[in-house]
C-alpha cells in the first residue's frame, strides 16, 4: 500500500489498475456528495437558513421586481435576480418553487420563455417587450390569455410582424376572457393598415390601466370603465371622439387618477369665435385625479379642460395655434387656463397650500415651455442638484407647453406672470433661445412680483444676459452706465436673489451693448450699496470673462465658482490700446464679437 491508502499496481497489472481506478472514482464521488451535505448542514445553522421559505420566497420576488424596474425588458441584466438560485441548495429549492418568480417572460428567448412559463405554473403573467425581442416567444406567452396581467408590447413603427401580432390578441380578447388583466398598454406605430381597434366589449373586469397609442376605439366601449389610468395618444380622425362622449366616457371612471390624452380631443370648427358655454353641474367631476395632460390645439385643450372639475395638483398642457386667429384663440382660452392654474395651487383638503416654489422657462422645438413645481430644487430639472433627499412624487408639476407665432411670445409670458403666484417663486431656471425684448424680465416675474426669488440659473441668447444686467441695476444710486430714456424708479428687481448661475453664455467687450463683465461688477456693486448682495455666483463655459474679471467680482461676492474657461476672443477686448471705433463695427456681427 501507497502513503495514500491505494494499492500499489505496477505496469504489469491493468486490469488491476483499472479496478483501481474506478474504485478511487466511486470513493471521490462519496466524498464530494458528503461534503455537499455537511456544506447543507453548515448553511443551515446560519441565521439566514432560519427565515421560513414563505419569507425567503417573497424577498426573492421583491429581488426580482426591482432588478426588472431597473432595466429595460430587451436586457439580459433583467435576469441577474437568478443568481439567488446559485447561493445554496435551499435557496435552489425555494426559487424553484416560487411561481411568481418566473412570472415576467424573458421575450428575447423563445427557450428561455418555454422554460420560464412552466416554472411560472399558474401565477399570473407579466408581459413587456423592449427593442429587441422575438415574435414567437411573445405569440406563447399571449396564448396564456387566462393568466395575463399585465401586458404591454410598444413595437416599433413599421413592425408588421408586430402589428400582426396585436391584431391576433385583439381578435382573441374579444372572445375570450381575461379575468386577471389589469394593465393594457399598445402601440403598433402610424404607419401601420389597417389600425388596430379596441373591441367594443371584452371580458376583462380588473382593468384598471389603458394605454394606447396610434389605436383607435369606440367612446362608448365598455373599457372606458372604471379605469384608474387612461392614456391615450393619436386617435385618427375619424375616431375622433364628440365632447359629449368623452365626458360620458370620463363619468365612467370616477376612480380615475391619470388622464393623458394627446390629439384625442374632440375637434371644433376652424371659425370658432366662442367656447361651448355650460352649466357647472353638467361637468365630470374627477375627484381624484392627480395628473392631467392633454395635447392639441388651444381651443381644443380649453374646450376639455372647461368640462373637468377636478383638485388636480399635476398638470401638462400642450397647446398649438391654429391656423386661423391665434390672439383670438389665446383670448378666449385664457379664462379657462386661468381656472386651471387656480385649482393647481389652491388649498388642498388637509390645509397644505400648494404654491409654486421653482420656475423653468425652456424653448424645446421652438416653443414656450414653462414648468412650475412646488419643489425649490426638483430632482427631475434642477441644474445644480442640491435637495438630494427631495420627494420626487411631491413636485406637483405643472407644464405649459405654447406653440404659438414669435409675435405671441410676449402677450403670453406676461399673461401667465400675472396668472401664477410668483411670489412664492425661490428658484428659476432659464434655458431658452429665443429672441427678448426690452423688459423682458420685467415681463416675465411681473414687476417686483419675485420678491422672494433667491436662485437664479440662466442660459440663454446674448439678449436675454443684456436684460437680466440692466435689470439688475440699482433703483437709487447706480455706478453702472446708463441706459438712454430708461426710468430708474420702481421696485428693486429680485431683491432676495442671493444665487446666480451664468452658463454657456457670451459676454462682449463691446461699448455698444450691456453684456461686458464691468457691468456686471458694476451692477453687483449696486446691489451690494442696496443691501441686497450677492452670496454666490457660479459661472461655467461661459466665454469673454477672464481671471482680472473674476478676480474683480470676487471682492464683491463671497463665493465665485468659475471654471476658467477662458474662450479665444481674449484679443479683442476694448482696452485703451488697441480699440478703435472707426475701424471695427461691432454691430454688424451678430454673435457679438469681432473677427
Not at 390645509?351 to 430632482?379: A, E, G, K, W
Not at 446674448?462 to 446708463?482: C, D, G, W
Request: net charge negative; glycine share 4%; charged share 20%.
Amino acid at each position: 500500500m501507497t502513503l495514500c491508502g491505494c494499492p500499489k499496481v505496477t505496469p504489469d497489472s491493468p486490469v488491476l489498475a483499472s479496478r483501481a481506478q474506478i474504485e478511487i472514482d466511486d470513493e471521490i464521488v462519496a466524498l464530494e456528495e458528503r461534503t455537499r451535505a455537511l456544506r447543507t448542514c453548515r448553511n443551515s445553522l446560519s441565521p439566514i437558513s432560519s427565515l421560513p421559505p414563505e419569507l425567503l420566497s417573497a424577498i426573492f420576488v421583491h429581488h426580482a421586481q426591482q432588478t426588472q424596474f431597473l432595466h429595460e425588458p430587451d436586457n439580459p441584466d433583467i435576469l441577474s435576480w437568478l443568481v439567488v438560485g446559485h447561493i445554496c441548495r435551499h435557496w435552489r429549492g425555494v426559487a424553484l418553487g416560487t411561481p411568481e418568480l418566473w412570472a415576467t417572460p424573458f421575450l428575447n428567448s423563445s427557450a428561455a420563455t418555454d422554460e420560464m412559463l412552466t416554472r411560472s405554473k399558474m401565477a399570473p403573467l407579466n408581459l413587456k417587450i423592449g427593442l429587441q425581442y422575438r415574435i414567437d416567444a411573445i405569440q406563447k406567452a399571449l396564448m396564456h390569455i387566462e393568466r395575463l396581467q399585465v401586458v404591454s408590447l410598444l413595437f416599433l413603427h413599421g413592425d408588421t410582424a408586430g402589428h400582426r401580432c396585436i391584431m391576433e390578441f385583439i381578435d382573441k380578447l374579444s372572445s375570450c376572457s381575461a379575468p386577471r388583466l389589469k394593465s393594457l398598454a399598445l402601440d403598433v406605430g402610424d404607419k401601420q393598415a389597417p389600425r388596430i381597434v379596441i373591441p367594443i366589449s371584452f371580458s376583462a373586469p380588473n382593468l384598471c390601466k389603458l394605454q394606447i397609442k396610434h389605436c383607435d376605439l369606440s367612446w362608448t366601449s365598455s373599457v372606458l370603465t372604471g379605469l384608474t389610468v387612461l392614456h391615450i395618444k393619436k386617435v385618427s380622425l375619424e375616431r375622433l371622439p364628440t365632447l359629449d362622449e368623452l365626458v360620458s366616457a370620463l363619468r365612467r371612471m370616477p376612480a380615475l387618477h391619470t388622464l393623458t390624452l394627446e390629439d384625442a380631443l374632440p375637434t371644433l370648427s376652424p371659425h370658432t369665435v366662442s367656447l361651448p358655454q355650460t352649466s357647472h353641474t353638467m361637468n365630470v367631476q374627477l375627484l381624484h385625479l392627480k395628473q392631467l395632460r392633454l395635447t392639441a390645439k388651444m381651443l381644443e385643450v380649453a374646450n376639455v379642460l372647461a368640462r373637468i372639475e377636478s383638485t388636480t395638483s399635476e398638470v401638462r398642457l400642450v397647446c398649438r395655434a391654429s391656423s386661423g386667429n391665434p390672439n383670438q384663440e389665446w383670448n378666449l382660452s385664457l379664462p379657462i387656463i386661468s381656472r386651471a392654474l387656480e385649482s393647481c395651487f389652491k388649498d388642498t383638503p388637509n390645509d397644505f397650500r400648494q404654491v409654486p416654489r421653482s420656475m423653468q422657462l425652456s424653448s424645446p422645438n421652438s416653443c414656450i415651455r414653462l414648468h412650475y413645481s412646488t419643489v425649490r430644487n426638483p430632482l427631475s430639472w434642477a441644474w445644480e442638484m442640491r435637495c438630494h433627499d427631495a420627494d420626487l412624487s411631491a413636485e406637483c408639476p405643472v407644464i405649459l407647453d405654447f406653440d404659438f407665432p414669435i409675435e405671441m411670445r410676449r402677450t403670453i409670458l406676461s399673461d401667465l406672470g400675472r396668472l401664477v403666484p410668483l411670489g412664492s417663486i425661490e428658484a428659476m431656471y432659464c434655458d431658452f433661445f429665443f429672441a427678448c425684448w426690452d423688459g423682458f424680465w420685467a415681463d416675465i416675474l411681473t414687476r417686483g412680483g419675485a420678491r422672494n426669488l433667491a436662485y437664479m440659473y440662466l442660459r440663454g441668447p446674448n439678449q436675454a444676459l443684456e436684460e437680466l444686467l440692466k435689470s439688475l441695476r440699482s433703483r437709487k444710486h447706480s455706478v453702472s452706465r446708463s441706459i438712454g430714456g430708461r426710468s430708474q424708479q420702481g421696485p428693486i428687481f429680485s431683491p432676495a436673489l442671493s444665487h446666480l448661475v451664468f452658463h454657456d453664455l457670451e459676454f462682449d467687450s463691446s461699448i455698444f451693448n450691456w453684456m461686458r463683465p464691468s457691468d456686471l461688477l458694476d451692477v453687483l456693486i449696486d446691489r451690494v450699496n442696496e443691501g441686497r448682495g450677492l452670496e454666490h455666483l457660479t459661472i461655467t463655459s461661459t466665454s469673454g470673462i477672464f481671471a482680472r474679471d473674476v478676480q474683480l467680482l470676487r471682492e464683491v461676492v463671497a463665493d465665485v465658482n468659475w471654471d476658467e474657461y477662458e474662450s479665444d476672443e481674449e484679443y479683442f477686448t476694448d482696452t485703451e490700446e488697441d480699440y478703435d471705433g472707426d475701424f471695427i463695427d461691432y454691430e454688424d456681427y451678430s454673435d457679438g464679437y469681432a473677427s
